[in-house]
Structures are given as structure tokens and as C-alpha cells.
């Protein structure tokens, strides 16, 4: 194994650290593969249309987290270094320690309040949205799954803060190992659920057991322990972190990012739910988790490096931050255009091999506009990866314009053309606006 390491770094860059990030990105292809066959086995198309839109409603998070995780791995990452920076006084690196552990106790109030503000309202957003579009004729009975299963959710979003500061804080490989087995034993009894015929009610199972076993290992594995360590190592002086004077200009542009992505990536479910029905919305929902989750296996060469991008950007190391990241993006663009390929492969070719699949992902046209709609993403992921190590937010007005783009022709062509004309809006925006913008962004930054 060590060799075969030793060899993938090598060729592709792939170290420890990519590795583990990719495991957990290979178990979280491998159980939505499963989730996809286990949908198309044990759920209804009806069935399906309501998980799926389950999960784009919990994606209302960005509207109370407001880019807080991705704040924290910047901050603490930048913090991180420099209490570890061997040319600092004992002084410069106490202090740095300091602020560290200021923003582990900011951390932990903001989603404090983040998760119990998240129950109260999408509860109540659930139960109104599914009241009013649920099919006359239906019968099924997704009352008691949805408010059982927000709760779950929740309980969840008090882990975010501890994973992103880990992260920042170099544990990288731990934390991708964490989530791999989230992602095991949570889908492997989200699995055995649906097989056991609990219907909706595996949602809440699955976000129930990814909440425990994320607990458990942050225990188990002395991270939490880890993190108490960084208060101790400072306690000989105390500094405090402004929100208002240092986050809040980094945050303010990440959320309003993050809240358009929201109009972008997740209302396609609930207009096609609304305007066309669970079955439509559970087509869409399973062809787009495909083709992002393969998206994000690829970004795994990218986002593994940015606490790397946020140490050599605090010490001021502008050419080799250069070459690091031009290196990690020729690699793994090639396996990005690769891996999306062999998305559509499936996606085209696997109702004809297995007829449990038929008709449970998009026609030809409208995923064949999803999978080029993906490679221009991952471009437009990792310029704004890489940016952004620099606690800047260059995207803001591109993703504003997307949002207002996108929402109009989901909402739109959703309602008049259905899913082709909704993807083919969304291909059309990505291509057209979102991918030359960005590229454009990333050569002004390279060439300074």
C-alpha cells in the first residue's frame, strides 16, 4: 500500500491526505450508487421525489450557516500556521494559539443557535410546502418521517464547526476518515431499512446514524481531546477575534456565494415537484446526485489542498503557491472530465442493462446538459477554491447574477418544458456566464 501511495503521488499527486479524502469520496460514490439502486428497488417514484426533496429543503442550511464553516477553515487554518511557524517568537505563536481557540468558542455558539433556528423554521417550511403540492390522489404518509428527520438533520449541524476547524488545523486525513464512516454506517442502515420496508422513515435513520457515528469517532479518536489542547497550549495570554471587524467582510460575500448556490443547485427538485409531480422531481434528484457526487470526488485533488493554499499564502510564498496549484488543477481537471464521462455512461446506459433503473433517471437531453453543466463547474469550484484561500470573495457579483439567472429559468422553463428546458438553462448559464468569468478571475490573480 505504501509503494502504491508512493506512485499515485507521484503520477497524480495523490498524497495521504487526498487519499483519505478520496476513500471518503469513493464510499460517499459508492453508497449513492447503492442509494441508487436501493431507490429504484424498495421506493415508488413517488417515494423517490420526496427524498429527493427532503434533501433539497435541508439544503435551506445556507440560509441560517451563512458560509460559517468555510470562514472557519480559512481562519483557523491561516491561525493554525502561524502558531506553527518556526520563524515566530514564543510570543507571536502564543497569540496565534490564542485566536485559535477564540474562534473555537465563537464557533460553537453561532451553530448552537444556527441548529435550533434550522428545526423551528424548515420544520415549519416542510409542512406547508408538502401540504399544499402533494398530489390529490396520493396516500402516502411522509408527515411523520419529515419532522423526525429535520430534527436528525439538526443534531448534525453541530458537528460542522468541529470538522471545518479540524481541517484548517492540518487533520485533513482524520476528518475525511470520520465521514467515510459516516457515510458507511449511515447509508448501510439507511439500506437495510429500506429493506426492512421502513420507507420514509430510513431518512431519518440515515441522518440519525451519521450524527452518532461522527460523535462517536470525534471521541474515540481524541480529536475532541485535540482541540481542548489548543486552549491549554495558550493559556499564558488571551486575544479575542472581532466578528464585526475581521469575519464579517470575509463572511458577508461567502454567504451571499453560498445563498445564491442555493437557487442555483437546489431548487430544481421543488419547481419540478410543484409544477410536474414526485416523479419527475425523483428523476431529477437521483440524475444530479450522480453527477455531483462525481463532481466532488474530483474536487477531492483541489480541496484537500486549501489549507495547504492558506499556509503559503501566510507566509508569503507567491510562487510556489502558483506552481503547487497549477500542478494540482492540470491533474485533476483530466480525471474530472474523465470520471463525468463515465457518469453518463451509467446514467445513459444503465436502464438498458438493469430494468429495476428504467425510467428512474432524466432522459438523454437533460442529463447529457447536466454532465457538460458539471465540467465547467468543477473549473468554476476550484478557481473559487483556490481565491478564496486568500480570504477574498471574487465571486460574489458572478454568483448573485447566477442565482438570478438560474432561479428565473429553473422557475421558468421548469414550469413550460419541464426538466430538458430546465437543464438546458442551466447548462446555457454555466457555460455562457458562470465558467468565462471565472476563468477570467483566475489568470488576473495567477498573473499578479
Not at 507566509?315 to 472530465?337: G, H, M, N, Y
Request: hydrophobic residues 55%; contains cysteine; aromatic residues 14%.
Amino acid at each position: 500500500m505504501k509503494q502504491l501511495l508512493m506512485v499515485a503521488q507521484k503520477r497524480i499527486g495523490m498524497d495521504r491526505a487526498i487519499f483519505a479524502t478520496l476513500l471518503n469520496r469513493g464510499s460517499s460514490a459508492i453508497a449513492n450508487l447503492l442509494t441508487i439502486a436501493c431507490l429504484a428497488w424498495f421506493f415508488t417514484a413517488e417515494q423517490q421525489g420526496y427524498y429527493y426533496t427532503f434533501a433539497s429543503l435541508f439544503s435551506l442550511q445556507v440560509f441560517f450557516e451563512l458560509g460559517f464553516t468555510f470562514v472557519l477553515t480559512q481562519f483557523s487554518a491561516h491561525e493554525f500556521s502561524k502558531a506553527r511557524a518556526e520563524n515566530s517568537t514564543l510570543a507571536e505563536r502564543e497569540h496565534a494559539s490564542a485566536r485559535l481557540h477564540a474562534l473555537i468558542r465563537m464557533s460553537r455558539r453561532w451553530f448552537m443557535l444556527v441548529a435550533v433556528a434550522f428545526w423551528l423554521s424548515v420544520t415549519v417550511a416542510g409542512l406547508v410546502f408538502f401540504t399544499k403540492n402533494q398530489a390529490p390522489s396520493s396516500s402516502l404518509a411522509w408527515q411523520g418521517p419529515w419532522l423526525m428527520a429535520v430534527a436528525a438533520f439538526s443534531c448534525g449541524i453541530l458537528l460542522l464547526p468541529l470538522n471545518a476547524i479540524l481541517e484548517g488545523c492540518q487533520k485533513i486525513k482524520e476528518v475525511a476518515y470520520i465521514r467515510t464512516w459516516q457515510d458507511l454506517v449511515g447509508f448501510g442502515c439507511f439500506g437495510l431499512a429500506l429493506a426492512a420496508g421502513a420507507g420514509l422513515y430510513a431518512i431519518v435513520i440515515l441522518h440519525a446514524m451519521r450524527v452518532l457515528t461522527g460523535l462517536f469517532l470525534l471521541k474515540r479518536t481524541g480529536l475532541l481531546a485535540w482541540l481542548s489542547t489548543q486552549h491549554d497550549k495558550s493559556n499564558t495570554m488571551t486575544a479575542s477575534i472581532s466578528w464585526k471587524k475581521e469575519i464579517f467582510p470575509f463572511q458577508w460575500r461567502i454567504s451571499l456565494s453560498w445563498l445564491s448556490g442555493y437557487l442555483i443547485f437546489s431548487l430544481f427538485n421543488p419547481v419540478l415537484f410543484a409544477f410536474h409531480g414526485a416523479a419527475v422531481a425523483g428523476q431529477m434528484g437521483m440524475t444530479f446526485a450522480v453527477f455531483m457526487g462525481i463532481t466532488n470526488i474530483a474536487m477531492a485533488w483541489i480541496t484537500t489542498k486549501v489549507p495547504t493554499f492558506c499556509q503559503l499564502i501566510a507566509l508569503d510564498k507567491q510562487d510556489e503557491l502558483k506552481e503547487f496549484f497549477l500542478s494540482t488543477l492540470r491533474k485533476s481537471s483530466l480525471i474530472s472530465v474523465l470520471l463525468i464521462g463515465a457518469g453518463l455512461v451509467l446514467v445513459l446506459g444503465g436502464p438498458k442493462l438493469f430494468p429495476v433503473l428504467a425510467n428512474k433517471f432524466l432522459p438523454a437531453p437533460a442529463s447529457i446538459w447536466i454532465a457538460i453543466s458539471c465540467i465547467a463547474n468543477f473549473f468554476v469550484f476550484a478557481s473559487a477554491a483556490y481565491l478564496r484561500s486568500f480570504k477574498q470573495e471574487p465571486f460574489l457579483y458572478l454568483s448573485v447574477c447566477m442565482a438570478f439567472v438560474t432561479a428565473l429559468s429553473t422557475y421558468f422553463l421548469g414550469k413550460y418544458y419541464g426538466a430538458n428546458g430546465m437543464t438546458f438553462g442551466y447548462m446555457a448559464a454555466t457555460v455562457l456566464i458562470s465558467l468565462p468569468y471565472a476563468l477570467i478571475i483566475l489568470r488576473r490573480k495567477l498573473r499578479n
